[in-house]
């Protein structure tokens, strides 16, 4: 079986796949496409819509792994990036602990979309894939002592939409829709069948 190279330092993609217990190597490389901040505008100026925001997520994703599978051609490369969207409103990852207490009311009360855009590579045999999923999820209302509680624990400041559904975060969600491990970071049913697909049966 080819080696498996993932293109992220995400502890929770690290963390997913060991889980599952697949052996695979870390080649993190900064992507320009890393989705920051928040973003109040999709095309033409208006509303992101899932569409985009499902492409935007899918391009992120190829965007990191290519280069890795450009100097590692004959590993199969896993990469992925993950985007949520409120309102026609994306958020990325917070840059400020007051930017992350904006997305967390942004998010309160409210149904949001967690998309994460997955791409597998093979350098050496030409082939890429890319796929997304997305998952709705219902966060109760969040006192704000609460979210500036959860903002100084540190923990949103590395993940999109400044919360961690694994975490602490855990408390904040009343429903969701679709495949937990989407929100996490990465949507390992969805990942197996795309390897499947190349030939690679990883577990």
């Known amino acids: 079986m080819p ?14 796949l060991r889980q599952v217990g697949w052996s ?7 992507s320009e496409e890393e989705t920051l901040g928040v973003l109040g505008a999709g095309a033409g100026g208006q509303g992101w819509t899932l569409d985009q925001v499902r492409a935007r997520a899918r391009r992120a994703a190829l965007e990191k792994a290519r280069p890795v599978s450009e100097a590692r051609p004959d590993a199969v490369v896993i990469a992925a990036d993950t985007v949520v969207m409120v309102d ?8 400020t602990a007051d930017e992350a ?3 967390l009311h942004r998010l309160s009360g409210r149904t949001h979309h967690v998309t994460t855009g997955v791409v597998v590579a093979h350098g050496r045999r030409g082939v890429t894939l890319a796929d997304d999923s997305t998952t709705a999820v219902q966060f109760r209302a969040l006192p704000p002592e609460e979210v500036l509680r959860y903002v100084a624990s540190g923990e949103p400041m590395d993940k999109a939409g400044a919360y961690g559904i694994q975490g602490r975060a ?3 969600v009343e429903r969701l829709e679709g495949d937990y491990f989407t929100v996490v970071g990465l949507p390992l049913a969805r990942l197996a069948r795309m390897l499947e697909t190349i030939g690679v049966r990883p577990a």
Do not use: D, Q, Y
């Open 88 to 95: 026609g409103i994306v958020l990325g990852k917070p840059t």
């Open 170 to 172: 855990a408390l904040f």
């Open 24 to 30: 695979f190597e870390i080649a993190a490389t900064a």
């Open 3 to 16: 080696l498996l190279v993932l293109a992220s330092a995400s502890p929770r993609r690290v963390e997913l």
């Open 101 to 103: 207490v904006e997305m």
